[in-house]
């Protein structure tokens, strides 16, 4: 179990040092137009004090998911695969991913891949990351507090996204979100 929580704290540390890079390196240029309305702050000021308090009430109180040392493998699992795959889904987006809400002068709606069935599945498996650091938590209260809040910042930052590009692509992207659903494919 040892070798677990090692693994636990390095995945944490990678998380919040891709999430660091990609803030540095991804934001949007001058001739985007921007449209973040405050989104990226909001994100930052949510999920900074969420993932320290569930890590907090997980040291204070035992509220146990489990009895069995399965959910700290699944949380890290959960965890791992949202880093992975969030990073993917980032560089697949190449030029056009920014970590504030823009849209450039030649931008697409990206229909292929994930994207052929969820609109945003850089935020499905970010908030992957936040089911998994509750799950490995192993408490019932952390689990919300890590990933409730993180979750109504997302849907926050999805509906200033969704309106800057119904404004950008009308009825292309609105014929888009017809087809396709928000983080879950098939299901939300």
């Given at each position: 179990?040892?070798?677990?929580?090692?693994?636990?704290?390095?995945s944490?540390?990678?998380?919040?040092?891709?999430?660091?890079?990609?803030?540095?390196?991804?934001?949007?240029?001058?001739?985007?137009?921007k449209?973040?309305?405050?989104?990226?702050?909001?994100l930052?000021?949510?999920?900074?004090?969420?993932?320290?308090?569930?890590?907090?009430?997980?040291?204070?109180?035992?509220?146990?998911?489990?009895?069995?040392?399965?959910?700290?493998?699944?949380?890290?699992?959960?965890?791992?695969?949202?880093?992975?795959?969030?990073?993917?889904?980032?560089?697949s987006?190449?030029?056009?991913?920014?970590?504030?809400?823009?849209?450039r002068?030649?931008?697409?709606?990206?229909?292929?891949?994930?994207?052929?069935?969820?609109?945003?599945?850089?935020?499905?498996?970010?908030?992957?990351?936040?089911?998994?650091?509750g799950l490995?938590?192993?408490?019932?209260?952390?689990?919300?507090v890590?990933?409730?809040?993180?979750?109504l910042?997302?849907?926050?930052?999805?509906?200033v996204?969704?309106?800057?590009?119904?404004?950008?692509?009308?009825?292309?992207?609105?014929?888009?979100?017809k087809?396709?659903?928000?983080?879950?494919?098939?299901?939300?």
């Amino acid at each position: 179990m040892k070798e677990l929580t090692v693994i636990f704290y390095i995945s944490m540390a990678i998380w919040f040092l891709s999430e660091l890079y990609y803030k540095k390196v991804f934001t949007s240029t001058q001739n985007a137009k921007k449209k973040d309305k405050s989104t990226l702050n909001v994100l930052w000021i949510v999920i900074i004090p969420s993932i320290s308090l569930a890590i907090f009430i997980s040291d204070v109180s035992r509220f146990p998911i489990s009895k069995g040392e399965w959910i700290y493998f699944l949380g890290e699992s959960c965890i791992a695969i949202g880093i992975l795959f969030r990073w993917i889904i980032i560089r697949s987006l190449g030029k056009y991913f920014t970590v504030d809400v823009s849209i450039r002068e030649d931008h697409q709606i990206k229909k292929e891949g994930f994207y052929k069935y969820m609109r945003h599945p850089s935020y499905t498996f970010a908030l992957l990351t936040f089911v998994g650091l509750g799950l490995f938590l192993n408490n019932w209260v952390s689990f919300a507090v890590a990933f409730i809040p993180p979750f109504l910042a997302f849907n926050y930052r999805i509906k200033v996204e969704e309106q800057a590009l119904i404004e950008q692509f009308g009825d292309e992207y609105i014929q888009y979100k017809k087809q396709t659903r928000r983080l879950i494919p098939f299901i939300y």
